[in-house]
């Protein structure tokens, strides 16, 4: 019964209980308990959301590597793979927002390098709640100093991402790291403990107390207690990253190495029980061994630190040597902790004593999986948008709009990130996706990472929807086909309805919009309990994205160009106001349905901007989202230091043309002269599109005319100041 109240405090229920005495055929002692709280939380089980992510599509011709090891990897020819993956650093993050952010980078970096890939880029997707708040301006500051001084003194480059920032984010920031890699396609590494009597060997940093329970922390809501709990945030040592990184890099391209795995959430503890249950093998390590960086550790301590700059090695017998040779080179620890064994069980030595064993599997694998009942929640009262008046100063609403934290310029943000490093970089962060050369080839990839959370709060299913629909634009805008998805799922508490039915359509939503795409989930992961005093965040579920183009001399920028270019408009506007920056900034409205994603006219859009880009006949492609047309043709004004001076026929209302997010519409230049050749290619692939205007000096000027004429017109100069400072100002009040 002691026991019984021990796993009640440590996060188990009584039915998980149970299911570990059934299992060991006895009760479990302290450590194991341990073990199993850590290895049975949401965050390393998945146990509520196990269920719904099956229904992603995982598999695809150029598919290598698909969930369920460290990261995914997809073909990308010439014998080379790109290695993706998205993790969530949130409850960290907002107890310690330094630390938490920066160990969030320096976890999915080691994910890619446990691949056997070098990390090339990293990218983020951030939330933040009104920055009338003090407390989330702190957060937002110690975040992104914290991702901008690991990745920049690891010497990766963080290329792109996004930042929002909504009321529901208050007392819970999302902090999410996505990275890329690049490998050969015959140096993939995995995750696994084969070959009974090989080595088990730690490698990196020294083991502290850092991060215990971190996994349990990151499993449940945030409270007044939190605060407390910092010792469960990991600290972070970016340049003891950049020797592990080489070091590991270096032993990988030897047949010696045949498992390799990051110490990530759980430590030592996932980190064997997972490398061992995939391959149906066991382990034995003694915590004795284990370098250690305090004094009296336990082997509680041991095995549940989650120690920043750890990696673990599964070496052929015999070997050993070889490894701490090339780790020794970089000054780093490279030890031998235990070995493999073929019995399947995870088994812990302290002095030539047994203190834990339990089946790798059960720890890994085992945790019973919990099932919802989905309902749907009571709606809220739909009321009539289109009753809202059209306001008559439509230079005062844009100029709104182009202030707003989610729409303004966001350099202030990225120009703390080094994002030239290792200068592969050609498209820098600003525009619609980021875009690397890969070494030794023609080839460029673009990386993105997209979500409209308050769209997923308004209509989960249309939201997920949109969030892979909008990376694919973003990819496709900067002249790449869309290869793969990594996913970060953030929702609030899962045992409540209306969070899990959140999730579920979500993901319905997200699934179908890939599987109609072709893009395969290759790799993500799930972060629940995002919720503090029953407030939750919004539902969130990131899509990260990475293209393909064979000839990089051929990416595209939202940029303008060249004074006198058409300005087109792929796609066709609609009346769809819910959901947008618009509404809820200017009429305060914050209900209504967002709009939706029509995936045969999304799919079409996009194949034409594509082959349009390929056929070399854009000089400029930008997706239209926050904001709507207005603020999209704002961006390529500003962005490429040219005006815009256009009319626009319609019958709809003209908030709705200017400000509406309607989704499939892609802005476009061109130099006149191949507006022919673009004429006859739109009419041949079916595409609805409208020209908008032309390219102007300074003026910034957009014409509405339906049956009567409204107008913005603005300088300039104007525009893209109040753009460019908004975000500063708003930090600086």
């Known amino acids: 019964m002691t026991m019984l109240k021990e796993a009640l405090k440590l996060g188990l229920n009584e039915n998980e209980y149970s299911e570990i005495v059934n299992t060991l055929k006895r009760e479990p002692n302290h450590v194991e308990l341990g073990m199993y709280s850590v290895m049975w939380s949401e965050h390393c089980s998945y146990k509520n959301s196990k269920k719904y992510l099956k229904r992603f599509p995982t598999k695809g011709e150029r598919v290598l590597v698909g969930p369920g090891e460290n990261a995914g990897i997809v073909d990308i020819g010439d014998g080379l793979a790109v290695v993706l993956k998205i993790e969530s650093h949130n409850h960290p993050s907002a107890v310690e927002p330094y630390q938490g952010a920066a160990t969030g980078v320096g976890g999915i970096i080691r994910d890619i390098v446990a691949m056997g890939a070098r990390p090339i880029a990293l990218l983020d997707s951030l939330r933040f709640g009104n920055l009338k708040n003090p407390r989330v301006k702190y957060l937002f500051s110690n975040v992104v100093a914290g991702i901008g001084d690991y990745g920049n003194s690891v010497g990766i480059p963080t290329v792109g991402g996004e930042t929002y920032f909504s009321d529901e984010y208050d007392e819970n920031p999302l902090v999410n790291a996505m990275c890329v890699g690049i490998i050969k396609k015959d140096e993939i590494k995995r995750g696994t403990a084969r070959g009974v009597g090989n080595s088990v060997m730690l490698v990196g940093a020294l083991t502290g107390r850092d991060g215990i329970h971190g996994a349990s922390f990151a499993s449940e809501e945030l409270s007044e207690d939190s605060k407390e709990k910092r010792p469960s945030v990991q600290v972070g040592d970016p340049f003891m990253e950049k020797l592990l990184i080489e070091a590991c890099l270096e032993v990988l391209k030897f047949d010696f190495v045949v498992g390799i795995q990051d110490l990530g959430a759980a430590g030592l503890t996932s980190a064997c029980s997972e490398t061992a249950a995939r391959a149906g093998t066991g382990i034995e390590i003694d915590v004795d061994l284990v370098p250690k960086r305090e004094e009296g550790m336990t082997p509680y301590e041991v095995m549940l630190s989650e120690s920043q700059e750890r990696m673990l090695l599964i070496v052929k017998e015999g070997y050993e040597e070889e490894v701490i040779k090339a780790f020794k080179k970089w000054d780093l620890n490279a030890v031998k902790?235990?070995?493999?064994?073929?019995?399947?069980?995870?088994?812990?030595?302290?002095?030539?004593?047994?203190?834990?064993?339990?089946?790798?599997?059960?720890?890994?694998?085992?945790?019973?999986?919990?099932?919802?009942?989905?309902?749907?929640?009571?709606?809220?009262?739909?009321?009539?948008?289109?009753?809202?008046?059209?306001?008559?100063?439509?230079?005062?609403?844009?100029?709104?709009?182009?202030?707003?934290?989610?729409?303004?310029?966001?350099?202030?943000?990225?120009?703390?990130?080094?994002?030239?490093?290792?200068?592969?970089?050609?498209?820098?962060?600003?525009?619609?996706?980021?875009?690397?050369?890969?070494?030794?080839?023609?080839?460029?990839?673009?990386?993105?990472?997209?979500?409209?959370?308050?769209?997923?709060?308004?209509?989960?299913?249309?939201?997920?929807?949109?969030?892979?629909?909008?990376?694919?634009?973003?990819?496709?805008?900067?002249?790449?086909?869309?290869?793969?998805?990594?996913?970060?799922?953030?929702?609030?508490?899962?045992?409540?309805?209306?969070?899990?039915?959140?999730?579920?359509?979500?993901?319905?939503?997200?699934?179908?919009?890939?599987?109609?795409?072709?893009?395969?989930?290759?790799?993500?992961?799930?972060?629940?309990?995002?919720?503090?005093?029953?407030?939750?965040?919004?539902?969130?579920?990131?899509?990260?994205?990475?293209?393909?183009?064979?000839?990089?001399?051929?990416?595209?920028?939202?940029?303008?160009?060249?004074?006198?270019?058409?300005?087109?408009?792929?796609?066709?506007?609609?009346?769809?106001?819910?959901?947008?920056?618009?509404?809820?900034?200017?009429?305060?409205?914050?209900?209504?349905?967002?709009?939706?994603?029509?995936?045969?006219?999304?799919?079409?859009?996009?194949?034409?901007?594509?082959?349009?880009?390929?056929?070399?006949?854009?000089?400029?492609?930008?997706?239209?989202?926050?904001?709507?047309?207005?603020?999209?043709?704002?961006?390529?004004?500003i962005t490429g230091g040219f005006g815009f001076k256009g009319d626009i026929y319609t019958s709809l209302r003209e908030d709705a043309v200017l400000f509406g997010e309607a989704q499939s519409r892609i802005i476009v230049s061109i130099d006149e002269k191949e507006f022919s050749t673009f004429k006859r290619l739109a009419e041949e692939e079916g595409i609805i599109y409208q020209v908008l205007g032309f390219v102007d000096k300074d003026s910034f000027e957009i014409t509405v005319k339906n049956n009567r004429m409204r107008k913005i017109s603005l300088g300039l100069d104007e525009i893209s100041y109040i753009w460019r400072n908004s975000l500063k100002w708003a930090l600086e009040k």
């Open 337 to 637: 902790i235990g070995k493999v064994t073929d019995d399947g069980m995870l088994r812990v030595l302290e002095k030539g004593q047994k203190i834990a064993e339990v089946p790798a599997k059960s720890l890994a694998e085992g945790a019973p999986q919990v099932i919802h009942e989905i309902r749907e929640p009571i709606v809220q009262e739909e009321k009539d948008i289109v009753n809202v008046k059209v306001p008559e100063e439509l230079n005062e609403v844009f100029k709104i709009l182009l202030s707003l934290p989610n729409i303004a310029d966001k350099s202030l943000v990225y120009h703390q990130y080094d994002y030239m490093v290792r200068t592969d970089t050609v498209v820098a962060p600003g525009s619609d996706a980021a875009v690397l050369r890969v070494k030794g080839t023609k080839k460029g990839l673009a990386l993105t990472c997209d979500c409209n959370a308050f769209y997923c709060y308004l209509d989960p299913y249309e939201g997920g929807k949109q969030a892979v629909a909008e990376a694919a634009r973003n990819i496709v805008v900067s002249g790449a086909a869309p290869l793969a998805i990594t996913d970060c799922l953030n929702f609030g508490n899962p045992e409540k309805n209306e969070v899990i039915y959140q999730f579920a359509k979500c993901i319905e939503g997200m699934a179908e919009a890939a599987e109609y795409f072709k893009i395969p989930v290759v790799s993500g992961n799930v972060s629940f309990y995002n919720e503090s005093k029953n407030k939750a965040v919004l539902p969130t579920p990131v899509v990260g994205m990475v293209g393909l183009m064979e000839d990089i001399l051929k990416h595209t920028t939202q940029s303008f160009k060249k004074q006198g270019d058409l300005v087109i408009l792929i796609g066709e506007n609609t009346e769809e106001l819910g959901g947008s920056e618009y509404l809820k900034n200017v009429h305060k409205i914050r209900y209504g349905k967002p709009p939706k994603v029509d995936l045969k006219k999304e799919k079409l859009v996009q194949d034409f901007c594509l082959k349009a880009i390929e056929l070399g006949l854009l000089r400029s492609a930008h997706d239209v989202s926050e904001g709507g047309l207005a603020v999209a043709l704002a961006e390529c004004a």
